[in-house]
């Protein structure tokens, strides 16, 4: 969640160890002073596999462990902003060191 924001309660989200939290796509806001009940269930999801070419399961990413479409896409607009502004935003994840 990028920015100042003036709102109070939280933002809830839940996903699979291992994928990128993308909190401010798909996070549900929670509002201070109601009462929430919130119904968790798994579910399972079946893709067809990639286009040839568009899509490397197998490709290695900095920094993250394992491969996503969110890692992918959160790796890429990070290294967007390093090499334009020199640095990063807090959330975005951080230089490969080693």
Same mark, same amino acid.
């Given at each position: 969640? /990028?920015? &100042?924001?003036?709102?109070?309660?939280?933002?809830?989200?839940?996903?699979?160890?291992?994928?990128? &939290?993308?909190?401010?796509?798909?996070?549900?806001?929670?509002?201070?002073?109601?009462?929430?009940?919130?119904?968790?269930?798994?579910?399972?999801? /079946?893709?067809?596999? &990639?286009? &040839?070419?568009?899509?490397?399961?197998?490709?290695?990413?900095?920094?993250?462990?394992?491969?996503?479409?969110?890692?992918?896409?959160?790796?890429?607009? /990070?290294?967007?902003?390093?090499?334009?502004?020199?640095?990063?935003?807090?959330?975005?994840?951080?230089?490969? /060191?080693?």
């Amino acid at each position: 969640m /990028t920015g &100042p924001h003036n709102a109070v309660g939280l933002k809830l989200l839940l996903h699979r160890q291992g994928d990128v &939290p993308l909190v401010n796509d798909f996070g549900d806001n929670i509002p201070a002073g109601i009462h929430t009940f919130i119904a968790v269930s798994v579910s399972r999801e /079946t893709h067809l596999p &990639p286009p &040839p070419d568009e899509c490397d399961a197998s490709r290695k990413l900095r920094y993250y462990d394992q491969y996503t479409q969110a890692a992918c896409y959160r790796e890429c607009i /990070t290294d967007l902003v390093v090499a334009t502004c020199h640095c990063r935003d807090y959330y975005m994840p951080p230089f490969n /060191t080693g």
